[in-house]
């Protein structure tokens, strides 16, 4: 089953994914950091015997992952793939991990919360990814005592998703807007209208490869539709002046850049991930402009959700040096842009 | 009839080329800075003949040149394929050169000297490209009345040629030894044994592409074979001293190095002649290293001598902004790696 990176959604020139997470408690025990591990061995438990029951009923094949039974490298690599919090990868005792075949659900047990239920999307698709993420939680809902309250709504561990529980992103990618230096004032911007931007990928406050996660902040006193249409809007906002902005650009240098970009990564021997992210990005704004042909957004997805550090460790089965991983990135990478130029 | 620089020759993994250059005066004439147009035409008229003549009787097709009649970027193109000095390409007037077909004799007329005779080879191949200039200098030297002393040899303009005359320079390919930071010393070393080193390209200090010039300094009292003979030997030991520093490199470095130039090199859109020159010598050594196959080192230089930017504009037939040149070096570099990697 493909991926779900590697569906074409509307406006994934720009907007790479949608993300929506709904945090879910039960009524039957205390806050995850309350609770025993034997209660926390008896939710397990029941939540994945009912998502497996739905799973076979709804023809969903959910698989079954048991954090403590992953090696580091697995483990983590869930985490670059961002199907799991680094939260919930740091304390794999008694975590399970409901996972779907494309990985566009995941629902992790004994989180922060006793449930997150998380659904993914390539491009701007929050509406069917909500409906993704609703459709488990109605499947719980049926058989799970929440811990609801009228006035407040869905109660949380943390404060800051108290009412909705949801969490809604979109990852952008804004190279252009980056290089005008405009992220910092629509950072303002966004954050007197609820949300916040912030990197994807880089160390402190370093961005790499100019991806940024445009996010919901507000969980009360408002409606999950309010929410999405408000980080729809604002999204769709970013995305016009992402455009504008690319279109603006000096043909012969962003050309020439495009190019550069592709031929260090057909033709490296060793890829450090940062870089590999900063060069990916460039290709992926070189397929927007039509310079790059024959090169889709969903196979650049594919590219950067499999060949990050634990993730290449993960599929050859072993911790690896450094300096050996950046030789294997830049080996698939290469043979993956040379299929692609075959095509 | 092929260039010069497409031959194959000894060691012309590290040395490019091989240059002779023998200054002559003639004796019915004062040196160059004292004699009248008149006398200039004349000389001028009388030598052009001469070679025209013996260049029929010796199958030779020298062409014939007169440094007036080229457009500035014809004549600068002629500097930078190093078939005519600066100084010379700055005083068109009456200025004439005499050809080979193959660039590989170039005698210039009403330069510094009356008459300076100049050979080039690939490689290190100091024998056969003295004795191609001896060619010259014997079928000048029979016609015309050198001015030469039994004591001092022949009289030049500049004290610093009197004697033999001959300036014999190897340019060298020397990154590794150049990244090890020993070039000062080679420097120090070979001034003691009468040579002296410096960078081809680059402006200032700044050398680009580790092109370097071995030449020797010293012309009095030494014969043509002697300095020929140290240069040799220096040449010989120097190229040695990079062979082993190449091998010392490690492996998957060097490799990636090599892989990004090519990337670059075979896909950029914008190219500036100094970047060229340093992503040109990466891919030299990458050749030698038996990184690259399907290239050679006459293709290398090739491009090296056919893509400078008076070269560039001089092949379009106008002068050019630097925006326009670099684009069109992109494209030539582009085309030429593209239809080597094709055979």
């Known amino acids: 089953m493909n991926k779900w990176y590697l569906e074409h959604n509307p406006d994934d020139d720009i907007a790479v994914s949608t993300r929506i997470r709904l945090a879910r408690n039960l009524r039957a025990y205390p806050f995850e950091n309350r609770m025993t591990p034997e209660q926390k061995k008896k939710l397990l438990s029941d939540v994945k015997t009912l998502l497996q029951n739905a799973s076979l009923k709804e023809k969903?094949?959910?698989?079954?992952?048991?954090?403590?039974?992953?090696?580091?490298?697995?483990?983590?690599?869930?985490?670059?793939?961002?199907?799991?919090?680094?939260?919930?990868?740091?304390?794999?005792?008694?975590?399970?991990?409901?996972?779907?075949?494309?990985?566009?659900?995941?629902?992790?047990?004994?989180?922060?919360?006793?449930?997150?239920?998380?659904?993914?999307?390539s491009g701007l698709n929050l509406k069917q990814t909500l409906q993704a993420a609703n459709r488990i939680d109605d499947i719980l809902d049926a058989s799970l005592l929440y811990a609801f309250d009228e006035k407040l709504?869905?109660?949380?561990?943390?404060?800051?998703?108290?009412?909705?529980?949801?969490?809604?992103?979109?990852?952008?990618?804004?190279?252009?807007?980056?290089?005008?230096?405009?992220?910092?004032?629509?950072?303002?911007?966004?954050?007197?209208?609820?949300?916040?931007?912030?990197?994807?990928?880089?160390?402190?406050?370093?961005?790499?490869?100019?991806?940024?996660?445009?996010?919901?902040?507000?969980?009360?006193?408002?409606?999950?539709?309010?929410?999405?249409?408000?980080?729809?809007?604002?999204?769709?906002?970013?995305?016009?002046?992402?455009?504008?902005?690319?279109?603006?650009?000096?043909?012969?240098?962003?050309?020439?850049?495009?190019?550069?970009?592709?031929?260090v990564l057909s033709s490296a021997r060793l890829l450090t991930n940062d870089e590999f992210i900063e060069l990916v990005s460039i290709l992926r704004m070189g397929v927007s402009q039509g310079i790059l042909k024959g090169i889709s957004y969903g196979e650049i997805n594919a590219l950067i959700n499999t060949t990050g550090p634990a993730t290449i460790m993960a599929q050859e089965g072993r911790a690896m040096e450094a300096g050996e991983r950046d030789k294997l990135r830049a080996a698939i990478v290469r043979e993956r842009l040379y299929s692609l130029n075959e095509n």
Chains 1, 2 share one sequence.
């Open 153 to 263: 709504g869905y109660l949380t561990q943390c404060p800051t998703n108290l009412g909705t529980g949801l969490r809604a992103s979109v990852m952008l990618h804004l190279p252009a807007l980056e290089a005008n230096g405009v992220i910092g004032r629509i950072s303002q911007m966004v954050s007197k209208l609820g949300l916040t931007i912030r990197g994807t990928y880089g160390e402190g406050t370093r961005v790499n490869g100019a991806f940024y996660q445009l996010s919901n902040q507000v969980t009360l006193g408002i409606s999950e539709e309010g929410a999405i249409e408000n980080l729809r809007a604002i999204a769709s906002q970013i995305i016009a002046q992402e455009r504008a902005s690319r279109s603006a650009e000096l043909g012969d240098y962003m050309e020439d850049k495009v190019w550069r970009a592709y031929g």
């Open 60 to 121: 969903m094949e959910l698989g079954f992952i048991e954090l403590e039974k992953l090696t580091p490298e697995q483990n983590f690599s869930l985490v670059e793939k961002h199907l799991i919090s680094p939260a919930f990868s740091q304390n794999p005792k008694n975590a399970g991990l409901a996972l779907s075949p494309d990985e566009s659900i995941a629902v992790m047990i004994n989180e922060e919360d006793h449930i997150r239920i998380q659904t993914l999307s």
